[in-house]
């Protein structure tokens, strides 16, 4: 775990491909959370935060890489949750059928947050989501 200098709005740090990786999200999140004195939906962000996390190293972390959580708290009250990875392979929607064993993590992610996302990077991508935390 790299951690970079910080912006008083932003937290970033690279996790690499360790299955302790998530927990350790979880706790710098629950850190950051904890700084900026949000503890309204903090269960909800620290979820997807999971969620993201492994989903980012089940299937989106080549091995011998990593990932990176970044934190950004707007100043309109948004705080947007970003997981960037470099594998390669594309985010599916939910699975939501009662057979399916895989998909539930993204289903959580859309239950949950006010909105969530996946967009491009090269390589890779950046799956987000978002919470209102302020009014």
């Known amino acids: 775990m790299d951690a970079e200098p910080q ?10 491909r360790d299955r302790r990786s998530v927990r350790h999200a979880r706790e710098f999140a629950h ?8 503890a309204e939906r903090s269960d909800d962000v620290l979820l997807c935060v999971s ?13 011998g890489r990593g990932f990176v959580l970044r934190l950004t708290l707007h100043t ?14 594309e985010v599916r929607a939910p699975d939501v059928s009662p057979e399916s064993e895989h998909g539930r993590g993204l289903l959580l992610v859309a ?3 006010d909105k969530w ?10 799956v987000w989501c978002e919470f209102r935390v302020r009014e």
């Open 117 to 126: 996302g996946v967009g491009e990077r090269n390589p890779g991508k950046i």
């Open 31 to 38: 850190e950051a959370l904890t700084g900026w004195a949000i």
């Open 51 to 63: 969620e993201l996390a492994t989903n980012a190293l089940l299937h989106g972390v080549p091995v």
């Open 76 to 89: 309109d009250g948004a705080l947007r949750v970003e997981v960037h990875d470099s594998g390669p392979g």
């Open 111 to 113: 239950a949950v947050a």
């Open 7 to 16: 912006h008083p709005h932003i937290r970033q740090v690279f996790y690499r």
